[in-house]
């Protein structure tokens, strides 16, 4: 089943059909939908729409370059207003209005269903998988998201303004996150974290609320998440606090664990995106 998902990544623009996923399943095609609904909790039908609507969400937020017929035809619409009634009824808003001030709180409510079938795409780990190095201190332009972790993609889509804005759209430019707060351990309201790129020019005064920082040099057990995963840390997080740190001799040192994006998702598709996640050691 996990394949199936992974082969759906892959292909959104293909039919999709039931004899090509239940044989990827290797499933019988008279009992794969049941399964599959068994297993993810929505049809496979349902579980595609979504896949496609979600990145259709993605591309009317950071594609301005596309136009919303592209993005109904690429979703699977055959014509715009057909996707823009199906877009209105799932998330409240016209493609153009949420294109104009993404309403992101709504979204993620919208996709709890889908969000719940991908939690099953649960990474395995092993101590092998870590690697101990030494990384140079980096300059960036920091934001700071505060609030709702389900927000985040709206603090996301303002730092990617302000950086087209001041022409540092450079697609080799690092991208961090930098998480000084734990989701499972602080109140919603009060999470916080770090999205930066790396950059040696001074930053101006502005209304963005981005400012200079340094992401300090030294040792780092450092994890590469592959794939969808890149959603969600947490599953890595969690295996080098666990599993990892206790058994390896090691002490963190005074600096937040942190990531450094290599494809950005939402810029790429999902199981394109690489991420390689730091946990700074004494």
């Not at 715009?80 to 016209?94: C, K, L, M, S, W």
């Not at 001041?166 to 770090?194: C, H, K, S, W």
């Not at 950059?199 to 209304?207: G, Q």
Request: charged share 20%.
């Amino acid at each position: 089943m996990v394949r199936v998902l992974d082969h759906i990544d892959r292909h959104l623009d293909d039919s999709l059909d039931l004899q090509v996923l239940s044989g990827i399943a290797a499933f019988s095609k008279y009992h794969f939908h049941r399964q599959f609904t068994a297993v993810f909790g929505l049809t496979v039908h349902r579980y595609v729409q979504l896949a496609r609507l979600k990145r259709a969400t993605h591309r009317l937020a950071h594609a301005p370059g596309s136009s919303v017929t592209d993005v109904a035809l690429e979703a699977g619409y055959d014509a715009p207003d057909a996707f823009a009634r199906a877009f209105r009824q799932r998330f409240g808003q016209a493609p153009s209005a949420f294109r104009a001030a993404p309403d992101w709180a709504a979204l993620d409510e919208a996709f709890s269903t889908f969000h719940q079938a991908r939690s099953q795409l649960v990474p395995i780990f092993s101590p092998g998988d870590v690697t101990i190095c030494e990384l140079p201190s980096t300059t960036v332009a920091s934001m700071t998201h505060i609030g709702e972790p389900a927000t985040i993609a709206a603090t996301v889509a303002r730092f990617i303004a302000w950086r087209q804005a001041n022409g540092l759209t450079d697609p080799d430019l690092p991208i961090y996150g930098i998480f000084p707060t734990d989701t499972r351990v602080t109140p919603p309201a009060e999470f916080r974290m770090q999205i930066c790129v790396a950059t040696d020019r001074a930053i101006a005064a502005n209304d963005d609320g981005v400012e200079a920082a340094t992401i300090p040099g030294g040792r780092v057990a450092a994890l590469r998440v592959l794939g969808t995963a890149t959603e969600d840390l947490e599953p890595a997080a969690l295996f080098l606090y666990r599993d990892w740190l206790p058994g390896s001799g090691e002490e963190p040192r005074d600096f937040p664990l942190y990531c450094e994006r290599k494809t950005f998702f939402p810029l790429v598709p999902a199981h394109e995106a690489i991420t390689d996640l730091f946990l700074p050691l004494r």
